[in-house]
């Protein structure tokens, strides 16, 4: 029986929530390419890794989103849970692309190199790569850049501790949620 949800046909299988994730996370990141094509705002590499780690946080903490779905399927229609997830997800995407495409206008002077982002080798491309115009540095701005480092490398330090670990009640739960809308 085909399930009503596109979240109770994730729920069963790991393989096919990866893949779903990554699939809707690239069509935000293709809308943000789409419309920030002609964008002139650019990024410093020090700022871009700060704001990737932000992303990165965001990510870890929209898990939470998994723990208020059997409350929302069960208070309203299956579809609005889908579209909660499913426009988080794109938010996601869309946020980080902005990131991308601004970091790839300073390094690069083009928004073409922003899927680099997507490429995990090609994304140290994307933030190491020396920009074409060599900012000015000045105290202050040798000051804010070590302290930015400092952010991202507290932030990495502790994302571990931002891990939940699930409990046997609420896998068992989400299973009743899952069959329930199976048995509609």
């Not at 410093?44 to 929302?72: D, E, G, Q, S, Y």
Request: glycine content about 4%; some cysteine.
């Amino acid at each position: 029986m085909r399930p009503y949800s596109l979240y109770a046909f994730v729920l069963g299988t790991k393989l096919s929530t990866y893949l779903i994730f990554e699939v809707v996370f690239i069509c935000g990141f293709a809308l943000a390419i789409i419309q920030l094509r002609t964008s002139t705002f650019s990024t410093h590499r020090t700022i871009h890794m700060f704001l990737v780690a932000l992303v990165c946080t965001a990510v870890l903490c929209f898990n939470a989103i998994w723990f208020a779905m059997p409350h929302i399927i069960a208070h309203t229609a299956l579809w609005f849970a889908d579209l909660v997830f499913y426009f988080s997800i794109v938010l996601l995407g869309y946020i980080y692309a902005a990131i991308c495409i601004a970091r790839a206008n300073d390094a690069f002077k083009s928004h073409a190199y922003a899927w680099l982002g997507l490429i995990p080798i090609g994304n140290f491309i994307l933030m190491f790569w020396d920009p074409i115009v060599r900012p000015h540095y000045s105290g202050a701005t040798a000051i804010r850049d070590i302290a930015l480092i400092g952010t991202v490398l507290c932030l990495l330090w502790f994302a571990p501790e931002l891990r939940y670990d699930v409990d046997k009640g609420l896998t068992d739960m989400l299973q009743v949620v899952a069959d329930a809308s199976d048995a509609r």
